[in-house]
């Protein structure tokens, strides 16, 4: 008996085929949980929900509690799970300082596969505020710029920069210098995605905490801190790539 896919990422519907002796499946569909990075919103992700979505996948990209004071990394990560819900096969992740909520979460939904995008790779225990110091940030090449545009937004179209901006937040610090509750890096598959452009973690930068930390080389793609606004399709395409991996 001959198995056959008949269904499209797109509407996830069969295709009526008749054949004598074909059995039908649907395709799995992954859940991107997609968590923004320091003084961000869940707008961040929207233009890479748009096509995650139009390929038959789900998305949860919740606002994080980034400007309370009385927030930290435990209640990032209760915005995610909240947001995910009861769906299963997620793909967690985590942008810029979403790196450190983004092991948090995969410890507590069903998670098949961990995404770091131009992100921050906590160490068990580590506070946020440590990062730098701890991964010897300094001790990188570092370009000198003006402006968060320049920074984070330089390959962004600017009007979708100028509505980035509008859309951000004060990002709270209040709690940033507690240890992080994780304990250990989850045993789940994880992939890094460096961004060849990036001025706030440079590839090399970004390369050797990744591979100190996780053992993993980093993938890379074009562009600066955010792809999302500036790549989206090409970033969902590598983010559908890492989900088939695992078979979704």
Do not use: K
Request: net charge negative.
């Amino acid at each position: 008996m001959q198995l056959h896919d008949c269904t499209s990422r797109a509407d996830a519907q069969p295709c009526g085929c008749t054949d004598v002796g074909v059995v039908t499946y649907p395709r799995r569909v992954a859940t991107f949980a997609l968590i923004h990075g320091a003084g961000d919103a869940g707008w961040y992700w929207h233009l890479v929900e748009a096509e995650l979505r139009a390929r038959g996948h789900d998305t949860v990209a919740p606002d994080l509690p980034c400007d309370d004071d009385s927030a930290g990394l435990p209640e990032y990560a209760d915005a995610v799970v909240a947001s995910i819900g009861s769906r299963t096969d997620v793909v967690v992740v985590g942008q810029s300082l979403g790196g450190f909520t983004a092991p948090l979460v995969a410890e507590r939904v069903p998670t098949q596969l961990i995404a770091l995008v131009a992100a921050m790779i906590p160490a068990p225990g580590e506070a946020a505020s440590d990062y730098w110091a701890n991964t010897r940030y300094d001790d990188e090449q570092h370009g000198h710029y003006e402006g968060d545009i320049a920074w984070f937004y330089q390959d962004v179209e600017p009007e979708l920069a100028a509505e980035a901006l509008r859309h951000g937040r004060d990002q709270s610090e209040a709690r940033l210098s507690e240890p992080s509750p994780l304990r250990a890096w989850p045993d789940v598959p994880t992939r890094v995605l460096a961004c060849r452009d990036d001025r706030i973690f440079p590839l090399p930068y970004l390369r050797r905490v990744s591979e100190q930390r996780l053992g993993v080389t980093p993938d890379e793609i074009d562009g600066g801190h955010t792809p999302a606004l500036s790549r989206p399709r090409e970033l969902a395409d590598r983010l559908e790539a890492y989900a088939s991996e695992v078979g979704l």
